[in-house]
């Protein structure tokens, strides 16, 4: 695809990960598909385990709200994003952001890149 298509793509996620870490639940807005299926893999505090951890559409616009309201997320935090593909109506994505990795699928809606599913860990380091 052309590389205004893999911009567009990547835009979409730095959409999602700065709607979280500015506390823009307009980019969250702009940038997810309601029928998002977000799921993922945590270690809790005190634990050794992984803990999966399942989000929804509403879930994460209510999350972006609050996040990082206190301002606990850095200015320079990460946000790496890998365009793994870009097809004419889906695309593939990483983004690795200060919760952890996440790996996305994006979809064309009317015109619009949507992340439509995303599966994410916490990072290993932090797991120790």
């Known amino acids: 695809q052309s590389g205004g298509e893999q911009e567009a793509v990547k835009q979409a996620v ?4 700065e709607g979280v870490y500015e506390v823009s639940p307009t980019r969250i807005e702009r940038s997810i598909h309601p029928d998002l299926a977000k799921r993922g893999f945590f270690i809790k505090k005190g634990e050794t385990v992984y803990s999966p951890h399942t989000m929804t559409f509403p879930q994460l616009v209510e999350l972006s709200k ?3 309201k206190d301002g606990h997320v850095p200015k320079d935090a990460p946000k790496d994003v890998v365009v793994y593909d870009v097809s004419d109506q889906t695309a593939s994505a990483k983004l690795t952001a200060v919760w952890g990795i996440d790996y996305l699928h994006l979809a064309r809606y009317d015109g619009k890149w949507k992340i439509i599913n995303v599966l ?4 290993p380091k932090l797991t120790k």
């Open 14 to 17: 730095l959409d999602y990960v």
């Open 120 to 123: 994410w860990q916490t990072p």
């Open 66 to 68: 609050n996040y990082n």
